[in-house]
């Protein structure tokens, strides 16, 4: 029997057949979810279909737009955890021939270029890319056999669309590495710019010599981070870059450089910065604090999107100028349609939250809680009343856990980076609780009622009448990493399960082996020996309380699962979340 699963890049509903006894039948299909938004990294447009769009986002999520940004589809073909994707290329003569590279977030160096020939479907590790921290990638206008990739450890060409790469600056060089940016001037090859977390640099020969493009002599700051170079397509001696000290241009391919001063001081920290074609004059300056629009060049700027918008990227529509799209830290992709008098949010079907908890309303069909780790603009705390078709942010960030109250459902508490907060109206305002001395990581209630707090040292529990936490001794000193309260109490740490029925007296049980962290555990409300576990390898089940373990394999990816919920229902659905 297949039954519908509802699911979000970062949430899924699976159905489970049954509490007790016999095999579950794990059967679904898959549906976006929400909520949508989260931290966009890359955007790219398909230089011979402009409606076709793609933006990447920092853990290794790949998304495509065919209505250029109205809705977006996961390209479920691409799934690299850990990856930050730097750069997404479209070969300028084969739409079907993809380029996305990036780095590994939690290694100094490794990374590389993967390729896709079928438009986005299945992907290949690029060979001689994957010891680079790739942080740039071009195609050569004039050849578009020619890429050329800029790493942590330097720069490099290929001379057959990535078959095979060469060095192209010298090895071990003290300036030339830790390489942000590239530009490739349209009339020749041999000639590039590379903009390095110092200064920019330029050869003339294809890399067998470089010179310095700016210095403090020149009109650039020293230590300014290059992360743009735009080169002008009529005039490829006119050029712009963007670093951390704000917007410089030349009129001399580099010799000298003048630095625009119409930006506000706090908002010169450029991270990205676009050109409409044909307009030499019309710059986008995407900033840590929104995005500028220039009319005469970069000498003034004016600020056309929320302030507190930290734009990371820039894609222009070449037919329809009116139409931009920004790529933004925790706020998603933001669409105009006006030529950036107005934006809007654009993220229907893209989702890059990191999602913390996950709580269905047991009282109220429909209505979804759900916690993400950062927020964006609005808040890290959604509701949805459909399901999870819509979501609405409310103003509580940081959200770690969400608890509904066993004794009135009107009440949830939020456990968050400030500590425990209470909302009396279904979570629509909030107050904050109880002071807590230490920062917590899980929430739950005890059936006496009582608050319970992990944190990684210890089980803190909430006394009412004497208005403090107390610490309970039994479980006190371990590396606690998850807890769950329902008939019984559950407290996994450093690859140790504890379960209580009192919170007095402590029995030990057992954990499957070669799972990493275990980071949420679930007692099914109809059968207390039916066991779920969140972990860094999956979703993992026992059906003996905690003596046995199985992997629910079924269609899971082999990822995290950050937290577990039961229809409150249909006890036989789950809402899984990672």
């Known amino acids: 029997m297949r039954r519908r699963l509802a699911v979000g890049v970062l949430g899924m509903l699976l159905a489970v057949e049954g509490a007790r006894g016999g095999q579950a039948e794990l059967g679904w299909l898959w549906s976006p979810m929400g909520p949508y938004g989260g931290d966009a990294r890359r955007l790219a447009v398909d230089p011979r279909h402009p409606d076709r769009v793609f933006v990447g986002t920092c853990d290794g999520q790949l998304y495509l737009s065919e209505d250029s940004g109205e809705n977006w589809t996961r390209l479920t073909g691409f799934h690299r955890p850990g990856f930050c994707i730097s750069r997404i290329l479209v070969d300028a003569e084969d739409s079907r021939t993809i ?76 300036e030339i590495r830790n390489v942000e940016s590239i530009a490739i001037d349209p009339r020749s090859e041999q000639t590039l710019y590379v903009g390095t977390w110092h200064l920019p640099w330029k050869t003339t020969d294809g890399g067998r010599t470089w010179t310095r493009a700016g210095s403090r002599e020149t009109g650039i700051i020293d230590d300014s981070e290059v992360f743009n170079i735009l080169i002008d397509e009529r005039n490829p001696d006119l050029l712009w870059l963007s670093a951390c000290t704000g917007v410089y241009r030349s009129t001399d391919g580099g010799r000298s450089w003048r630095r625009m001063t119409g930006l506000p001081s706090r908002s010169r920290r450029v991270l990205a910065l676009a050109k409409l074609a044909g307009q030499r004059d019309v710059l986008f300056a995407g900033t840590t604090e929104g995005l500028w629009r220039s009319g005469d060049g970069g000498v003034t700027w004016r600020l056309i999107t929320n302030r507190r918008l930290t734009v990371q990227d820039i894609a222009l529509h070449p037919q329809r100028p009116q139409r931009v799209l920004i790529a933004t830290e925790e706020a998603g992709v933001w669409l105009s349609q006006d030529g ?77 980076e400030e500590g425990v907060f209470i909302s009396e109206d279904r979570g629509e305002s909030w107050r904050k609780g109880p002071p807590l001395e230490e920062v917590g990581s899980h929430l739950a209630e005890a059936n006496d009622g009582r608050l319970l707090v992990l944190t990684s040292r210890a089980l803190l529990r909430y006394d009412e009448s004497q208005g403090r936490w107390e610490r309970v001794r039994a479980v006190e000193g371990q590396s606690l990493t998850a807890l769950h309260a329902w008939r019984k109490i559950w407290i996994v740490g450093h690859g140790r399960l504890w379960m209580s029925e009192d919170g007095l007296s402590w029995v030990e049980r057992t954990l499957p082996d070669r799972v990493g962290r275990v980071h949420v555990i679930l007692e099914h409300p109809s059968d207390s020996d039916l066991l779920f576990i969140g972990t860094s390898f999956g979703l993992y089940r026992s059906r003996n309380g905690g003596r046995d373990w199985e992997r629910c394999a079924h269609g899971l990816p082999h990822a995290d699962v950050a937290t577990i919920a039961v229809h409150p229902n249909d006890p036989r659905w789950m809402l899984v979340a990672g």
């Open 340 to 416: 950036g008098r107005t934006f809007r949010p654009s993220n229907q079907g893209f989702s890059s939250w990191v999602i913390t908890d996950v709580l269905p309303d047991r009282e109220i069909p429909g209505r979804i809680y759900c916690g993400v780790m950062r927020g964006g603009l609005d808040g890290s705390f959604f509701i949805s009343e459909d399901g999870g078709r819509s979501w609405r942010a409310r103003p509580l960030w940081g959200v770690k856990a969400i608890l509904q109250s066993r004794r009135d459902g009107r009440r949830l508490f939020a456990l968050t």
């Open 99 to 174: 380029y996305v590279a990036g780095w590994q977030v939690l290694a100094e160096h490794g990374g590389g270029i993967y390729r896709s020939r079928d438009g986005g479907r299945t992907w290949a590790l690029l060979p001689g890319t994957e010891a680079h921290a790739v942080r740039a990638l071009a195609q050569a206008p004039s050849d578009p056999r020619v890429l050329i990739f800029a790493a942590l450890d330097g720069v490099f060409r290929s001379e057959d669309r990535g078959e095979s790469w060469r060095r192209i600056s010298p090895a071990g060089d003290l």
